[in-house]
């Protein structure tokens, strides 16, 4: 047996405080798609960007072909054979493909005798791995699909034996994916090694030979593909922690209090990422969202939550007579965004500034043009109070909180507001376990109270603690509804895609 | 690279040793023109303070540069970069110079102000909120836009004063002058401190800046609506989320950027030359951008920043006169040279302070 | 109207539109590598201040040259240094290019000419004003075309050729050269560049000196071709005409030059203008001298086609983590 295309030793990787890669193996076979599989933030993306060059490991070896390499830019990772392409595309969009393809590989300081050959040498790439693409169009105008190509044709323009391929399905529709796969074969039965990062199983089930898993930058396990299950895998994926106990009464599901009907979002660039959407969330229950990261369920939040946009398809609040209400943002819905740095807060205002984003326009915060300054820093002291922030100072700008500490600043701001109904995304992502407790405690008293709550997570384990039915999404769609009752694999099979538990 | 370093050395030192390099490096140029810096600092400051019509003088420039560094400082809040101030100023003192043609006659000063001041607040914020629409509904940069908006106020102006506003048969190309009781009171109350102050332009157009001071800073810091511009320039995302319309936040902070430049024109127009004439803002509207950007965007920062400059403004003509071979033109370096050190390179010591705070750290554990 | 067509309002046409394509062209290289520069007109002026103080000095014109291309690219790397290094705001910094310009031109020139901000005339050899060229003075005798083509094409000054000539080699550098396309490419996606193992920050820095170049041939043209030394604001406006132009050309340079061309005219008419009536009405010479700043509102509203700047343009390249 050849030497392995690439074999990490012991790479570790922080960026500050922060472990992105904490002492990782990784052999990958030459001639193989290998997988690498992990949910957001595991740390795939970095190692990746180590082995091409853009990062630095803070220790660790790199062996390619068995021999030890050091790869101190992206120049000596191509040099290396190693091709990248990236989760957003590093192309040139006004430029053709051929232009694109050419770019740092001329062949000279002029273009004319270079732009000859490199058109010779990709009419041959295509052929050899049916990439067809016309050299001569305008990257920009062509579809992502596309486009994709055209980054796998760089690659391999360059001389590339290993390609590695960060979450390449994630703007792609199935049907660019099936197509994507099979060029992947190609590459393999042409001898090429593919590394597939991904957080999908149905892919690594579908298409790698081996694959290793990551959770919270380390690598967890190797497995080959073949004696491995999608059970297996969801379990290294999200680890098994301690399913986190949630002291909760049976919920007393009331009247309907918000409902979507047919709800479909399409962003700028005419993909479909909310696909007819229908849910009802009742007074007194808690009704979780699961689904892969990237499924659609940030554009369905921010739709109902009327700050991103719908397409077509409606979105409805219901007075406690069951009467509709109108639906104002803000207005009887409480909205605790996803991503809490990009939007949730202005991290560099006081934290009593940030305790009434969103509510400033609020008679009780000044009747006129005026903020009454009193008024805001009590709300924010009472904020505080109540949430336990620590520390409990107002004065205190946003970014020098914990997460789990801003998190709460925005939780008692859409929470204290006393909505009707309330949306949560992410209630958790990267919070200290202390104020998970306290954070899940509270959505549950809230739900005793009467409330409304729609949660989306990522982590498995809170929505099932957590809610009284369960929706999962899957590119863009409502696969199905599930109690609370159900397992993991029930779940995480929907989430992959797979109805009625169809494949595995 | 992005390492948190306390409040005082962003907001103190680094503001300090940039403001520092830029003082030097003028020094410098003054020591190979052959002349002593430190001697040139003495003149400017006699110029600008050691008699009462140096100190008219120079809290005359300073009324000018408070109105326009408080105009650039309104639109950083939200953002968005406003060169045109200097059109502005232009514009709004056509505004003012109107109210007091149409209304000499008919009022005395004090009657005609409260005119003056929405004329000219009125006519500099329309010329700073179409380009704060253009960006907001159709993606047009405001900086290249204000830019247009300067050159095409000077051909506006131009040919408004050569059509309609000269007097006919005379060859100076000015409106004519207002009735005597039109004039902006100079600030003969301040004679007793410094003797001589009623012989210059200095008029009470630097109380009013004063109070526009006390207005931004309300507005920025003690309204709902500051409140939405800071979050908008802050984040714009959170502003989304938070229900905060970018065409409202634009325009509107544009419209009162514009109408605070505007006011600037009540300073010369109606206070000093009392007529319109051709051009109006003096280059005002380019110190407002080293001025705000010197006094961090904030009213009380910028009066000393404005202060600041309406000394070098004054003190240059002083230095000219004493050091021949320096003209007043030393103060426009200086004014490039804060803009750079203060403005564009504002990070330059920061990786530098980072490196010896992270020394300093590791040397205490 | 037809006077606007006369060969004397032609050769101004050309003449004047020699600096505007020089700076515009300037831009070109800078904005297309994704460095906004507002600071064209404080290199045009520096360099017309350069040439000039050191044609009176030393009595060359080509040390003189050489002096105002040097002095505009020290004001480029300026902005390199603040812009691509420090990662500063380009607008800020670019509007401190044009006051140091400005202020250091007539600080020096007092100190060196004691005539408050001029220069002196440039001697006769330090001018490169063209003309007079014996090899095509027969076609003067051929008659009112020859003499037409004679003023308008073989009697111009260096400047003239070499701005018409650096049109279609900027096109070339721009589309057939490895240098051209990397440079178009790192004003788009610096991060595509990047990746592709070539260094964005050595891109940018060989645009801005490109730029400095340009601006120094422009500023020269002011000071020893238009005129025979240093008047202060001698630039006059002209590198945000140049700017506009750009702006007008959608960043391309045939139309860079087409814009150019339509200024300078514009320009070079404006006394032939003053007082003609036009349909009843007299047209404002302050109209045609606003004209091309309306002209450029009016594009980037996007009443008259899109102008899509460089992508990347005016935004630091920070590696994403």
């Known amino acids: 047996m050849s030497a392995p295309a690439i074999e990490l030793k012991g790479i570790s990787k922080s960026f500050g405080a922060v472990h992105a890669n904490r002492d990782i193996d990784l052999t990958v076979e030459k001639g193989t798609i290998h997988g690498i599989i992990g949910e957001n933030g595991a740390g795939k993306s970095t190692l990746m960007s180590i082995l091409y060059g853009f990062y630095q490991a803070d220790k660790g070896t790199i062996a390619v072909d068995g021999a030890r390499v050091t790869i101190k830019d992206s120049d000596a990772a191509i040099s290396l054979g190693i091709g990248m392409v990236h989760q957003h595309f590093m192309l040139v969009e006004p430029f053709t493909v051929l232009e694109n393809v050419m770019l740092g590989a001329e062949g000279g300081a002029l273009l004319n005798r270079g732009r000859a050959e490199a058109r010779k040498e990709l009419e041959r790439l295509e052929k050899e791995y049916e990439l067809n693409v016309d050299p001569d169009a305008i990257v920009g105008d062509l579809p992502v699909g596309i486009q994709q190509r055209v980054e796998i044709l760089k690659a391999l323009y360059r001389g590339a034996e290993i390609l590695i391929l960060d979450e390449p399905t994630g703007v792609l529709t199935p049907d660019e994916a099936d197509h994507l796969f099979r060029i992947l074969g190609q590459l393999r039965a042409q001898g090429k090694t593919v590394l597939l990062i991904t957080h999908k199983l149905r892919e690594i089930m579908a298409i790698t030979d081996d694959v290793s898993v990551m959770r919270q930058g380390q690598m967890v396990a190797s497995r080959h593909t073949a004696e491995t299950s999608v059970e297996e895998l969801a379990e290294l994926m999200v680890g098994r922690r301690v399913l986190l106990r949630v002291e909760k009464g049976e919920a007393n599901p009331g009247k309907v209090k918000l409902e979507v009907s047919g709800l479909n979002v399409v962003d700028e660039l005419g993909v479909a990422r909310v696909k007819e959407a229908s849910l009802q969330v009742r007074a007194g229950e808690i009704v979780g969202i699961a689904g892969v990261s990237g499924n659609g369920q940030s554009e369905l939040l921010e739709a109902i939550a009327g700050i991103g946009p719908i397409t077509t398809g409606s979105v409805e609040l219901f007075d406690i007579a069951g009467e509709p209400t109108p639906w104002r943002p803000r207005h009887g819905l409480g909205h605790v965004p996803e991503d809490r740095h990009k939007m949730g807060l202005v991290t560099k205002f006081l934290a009593k500034e940030n305790a009434v984003l969103g509510y400033q326009r609020e008679d009780e915060f000044g009747s006129g043009v005026m903020m009454d300054k009193g008024a805001v820093l009590e709300t924010c002291k009472r904020h505080m109070e109540a949430f336990d922030v620590r520390p409990p100072d107002p004065n205190l700008k946003a970014a020098n909180f914990s997460g789990g500490n801003q998190q709460k600043i925005v939780l008692a701001r859409e929470i204290e507001n006393d909505p009707d109904v309330l949306i949560v995304g992410q209630p958790t992502r990267g919070v200290d376990v202390g104020a998970i407790e306290a954070i899940h405690r509270r959505l549950i008293e809230l739900r005793d109270a009467g409330k409304a709550i729609l949660l989306v997570s990522v982590e498995l384990d809170e929505i099932r603690a957590l809610s009284d039915r369960i929706i999962v999404m899957f590119a863009g769609e409502i696969m199905g509804e599930v109690g609370p009752e159900a397992t993991e694999r029930e779940i995480g099979l929907l989430m992959s895609g797979v109805r009625d538990g169809a494949a595995a | ?365 | 109207m037809l006077e606007l067509l006369q060969v004397s309002n032609l050769d101004s046409t050309i003449r004047l539109a020699t600096p505007l394509l020089l700076a515009c062209l300037a831009g070109l290289y800078s904005e297309r590598s994704g460095v906004f520069d507002i600071g064209l007109e404080g290199k045009i002026l520096i360099a017309a201040f350069a040439g000039a103080a050191v044609g009176v000095t030393m009595g060359n014109a080509w040390i003189a040259l050489g002096a105002a291309i040097l002095t505009s690219v020290a004001f480029a790397l300026i902005h390199g240094v603040a812009c691509i290094t420090f990662r500063g705001n380009q607008i800020v910094s670019g509007v401190a290019i044009n006051f140091l310009a400005l202020g250091l031109a007539a600080v020096i020139g007092n100190a060196m000419f004691q005539m408050g901000g001029r220069s002196p005339q440039l001697p006769n050899e330090a001018r490169l004003q063209g003309g007079d060229r014996a090899l095509f003075s027969w076609m003067e005798d051929l008659g009112p075309v020859g003499e037409a083509v004679h003023n308008l094409f073989f009697d111009q000054s260096i400047f003239v050729y070499l701005a018409f000539a650096a049109v279609p080699f900027t096109w070339w550098v721009l589309f057939r050269t490895r240098f051209g396309m990397r440079l178009r490419a790192v004003g788009e996606n610096p991060a595509a560049v990047d990746t592709a193992g070539i260094s964005v920050t050595g891109l940018r820095y060989r645009a801005v000196i490109c730029a400095g170049i340009l601006c120094g041939l422009s500023g020269a043209t002011l000071s020893m071709a238009l005129n025979s030394g240093y008047i202060n604001n001698m630039s006059a406006g002209r590198g945000f005409i140049a700017l506009a132009a750009l702006i007008f050309a959608k960043w391309r340079p045939v139309q860079a030059m087409m814009a150019c061309l339509l200024f300078a005219f514009l320009e070079a008419s404006e006394s032939r203008l003053q007082g003609k009536e036009v349909l009843g009405f007299e047209i404002p010479v302050q109209l045609v001298q606003a004209l091309p700043y309306i002209l450029v509102v009016v594009l980037l509203a996007g009443f008259i086609g899109q102008a899509r700047a460089p992508k990347a343009g005016g935004v630091p390249y920070v590696k994403e983590r």
Not at chain 2, 13 to 32: C, E, Q, R, S
Not at chain 2, 36 to 56: D, M, Q, R, T
Request: charged share 10%.
């Open chain 2, 1 to 365: 690279m992005n390492k948190e370093l306390p409040g005082w050395v962003d907001y103190g030192l680094l503001p300090l040793l940039n403001l520092m390099t830029a003082f030097i490096v003028a020094g410098l140029v003054v020591l190979a023109i052959g002349e002593n810096p430190l001697e040139a600092v003495g003149h400017i400051a006699y110029g600008a303070f050691g008699y009462g019509n140096g100190v008219g003088y120079t809290l005359f420039y300073t009324t000018n540069f408070i109105f326009t560094g408080l105009a650039v400082a309104v639109a950083f809040h939200a953002s968005q970069f406003n060169i045109g101030g200097e059109g502005q100023a232009y514009l709004g003192g056509l505004g003012v110079g109107l109210a007091c043609l149409g209304l000499d006659h008919v009022l005395p000063w004090w009657g005609i102000l409260p005119f003056a001041i929405a004329m000219g607040a009125l006519f500099g914020a329309i010329w700073a909120a179409i380009p704060g629409y253009l960006f907001a509904k159709r993606g047009a940069h405001v900086v290249i836009t204000t830019i247009m908006f300067n050159f095409i106020s000077y051909s506006l102006m131009n040919y408004l004063i050569n059509n309609f506003l000269k007097v006919p048969g005379n060859a100076s190309v000015q409106s004519r002058t207002f009735e005597q009781t039109a004039w902006m009171p100079k600030l003969e109350w301040l004679s007793g401190m410094f003797p001589g102050i009623q012989t210059s332009p200095a008029n009470l157009s630097f109380v009013l800046a004063l109070v526009a001071c006390v207005f931004v800073y309300i507005l920025i810091w003690r309204t709902k609506f500051g409140y939405e511009v800071r979050v908008y320039g802050a984040n714009p995302t959170a502003a989304r989320y938070a229900g905060i319309s970018t065409t409202r936040i634009v325009v509107l902070t544009m419209a009162i950027s514009g109408a605070l430049a505007g006011l600037m024109g009540m300073n010369p127009v109606m206070g000093d030359q009392n007529r319109i004439f051709l051009d109006i803002p003096q280059q005002a509207g380019f110190v407002g951008i080293a001025v705000a950007l010197m006094g961090r965007s904030h009213p009380l920062w910028i009066v000393f920043a404005a202060l600041l400059f309406g000394m070098l403004y004054q003190g240059g003509a002083e230095l000219a006169f004493e050091m021949p071979s320096i003209t007043r033109d030393m103060v426009v370096v200086i004014q490039g040279l804060v803009i750079l050190f203060a403005g564009a390179m504002e990070f330059m010591f920061r990786p530098w302070i980072a490196g010896l705070f992270t020394m300093m750290e590791k040397s205490d554990a």
